[in-house]
């Protein structure tokens, strides 16, 4: 089947509107919309456009639509509640936004799907910068208890920055001359325009996911530096307050914020301040400020191991010193007999005290035997027979000298004669 074009137009259209008189293509609204609509969303996917709002509506479904305005023309705008704003839109601010063309069918209109905004003109930067500070240092994102320290002797420096920009050179060259030990890692990102806080972000996420190496091997020798940094530097050069924007921006502040390697912020000059600053473990006023804040100088490594064996040296000679006077004093024979005295004196101390303390302790043990004996032999006494006869009492005894307790034993051995036994004598007596 032969495609048709419709005249005055680009675009190549599927046949199924009636011809005319004439001859010309007679398209539905449908057909036409459609048209306009293969033509203008392909070609504008990723577009930025300044301007400013007016007719702006806050719906209470979370999207939020406004139309983007300047002298001669305006254009219908759409935000999907699913994407991040993090400052307030209003009727009047000039912004710049970044979305793709649109184009809507039952109204036969096109619209901007804006995918990110933010303020364009000074005064609305400022207030945007303003409001953003305040919301993100209520919610703990400054919180100075939280940074944490920049390690002293780093092996690996990753880095965040432009690969085309004076402040990666800067930042390489401190580096080289301050501590060329360091292995240096980079994430390239764009650091200046609409969407450089999403490279930004993901860039430092990136270094956040890296895995540790294995173990070395002690059989091996270990490659310097590791695939996981010590410290980020995440920065670039000076600019205007446009040009700095994306570090002001909410996605690179949560970045810092969730990172687990310690981060310094190397944005502008020192006189420029930056959402990023705050967040970060430590803000350095340039990109150089940010190497040498990172690492420590060479010459001071060495005049710190020099101070070391200085100070290591002194304690060595004192302790020597120390050791060379007591062996002085042992070789002195008084003082060795006086050190001998004392020794003898100490234990024979010593020898009194313990054999004051067994003395004591076996005059104890006796004393307790003879407590326990006489107790025992009182408690024998009383159980004695005799003593039993001294209380008026009798017992009966069979001729064979058996003691007879009871009758019924006696009546059993069919005698009829026993032996009655007093306290002060025996009796022999016959039963009937």
Not at 49 to 76: C, M, P
Not at 264 to 272: N, R
Not at 294 to 307: C, Y
Not at 355 to 360: D, E, F, P, Q, Y
Request: overall charge neutral; aromatic content about 6%.
């Amino acid at each position: 089947m032969k495609a048709r074009t419709a005249t005055g137009m680009n675009s190549v259209l599927t046949p199924g509107a009636s011809v005319a008189a004439g001859g010309e293509a007679t398209f539905t609204v449908s057909e036409l919309t459609k048209a306009i609509r293969g033509v203008l969303e392909p070609a504008f996917t990723n577009v930025i456009v300044e301007g400013e709002i007016s007719n702006f509506i806050d719906h209470r479904s979370g999207h939020r639509y406004w139309t983007l305005k300047d002298a001669e023309s305006q254009i219908s705008c759409v935000f999907w509640k699913s994407r991040m704003l993090s400052f307030e839109l209003r009727d009047g601010m000039k912004v710049i936004c970044r979305g793709r063309l649109t184009v809507y069918p039952p109204r036969g209109n096109y619209q901007l799907d804006v995918f990110q905004v933010r303020p364009s003109g000074i005064g609305d930067l400022e207030l945007a910068y303003q409001e953003r500070y305040n919301r993100l240092r209520a919610e703990g994102l400054f919180d100075e208890r939280r940074k944490r320290p920049i390690p002293r002797f780093p092996q690996t420096i990753g880095i965040v920055t432009s690969e085309n920009g004076a402040a990666l050179h800067d930042i390489l060259t401190t580096l080289e001359r301050r501590w060329p030990l360091a292995r240096v890692l980079l994430r390239p990102a764009s650091v200046q325009g609409i969407g450089a806080e999403l490279e930004i972000a993901q860039a430092i996420r990136e270094f956040n996911m890296l895995t540790p190496p294995p173990p070395p091997n002690p059989l091996l020798l270990q490659r310097r530096g590791s695939d996981i940094p010590d410290v980020l530097i995440v920065g670039r050069g000076g600019g205007s307050l446009e040009d700095l924007w994306c570090f002001n921006e909410e996605a690179v502040a949560r970045a810092i914020f969730a990172s687990k390697i310690p981060v310094i912020s190397a944005v502008g000059h020192e006189v420029d301040f930056t959402i990023a600053d705050f967040v970060a473990d430590l803000r350095a006023p340039t990109p150089t400020a940010a190497a040498e804040l990172a690492t420590p100088h060479q010459g001071e490594l060495l005049g710190f191991i020099t101070a070391e064996e200085l100070g290591l040296a002194r304690l060595v000679r004192a302790r020597l010193n120390a050791l060379n006077l007591l062996i002085e004093k042992a070789s002195d024979s008084r003082s060795l007999v006086g050190g001998l005295r004392n020794v003898i004196a100490t234990r024979r101390a010593e020898l009194n005290a313990e054999i004051l303390g067994a003395s004591r302790a076996a005059i104890h043990s006796v004393e307790r035997i003879r407590l326990k004996f006489e107790r025992d032999t009182a408690r024998l006494a009383a159980m004695n027979p005799d003593r039993v006869l001294d209380r008026g009492y009798t017992a009966l005894e069979s001729l064979d000298g058996k003691i007879i307790p009871r009758l019924s034993q006696l009546l059993e051995r069919e005698e009829k004669s026993g032996i009655l036994i007093f306290a002060d004598g025996r009796i022999t007596v016959r039963f009937d």
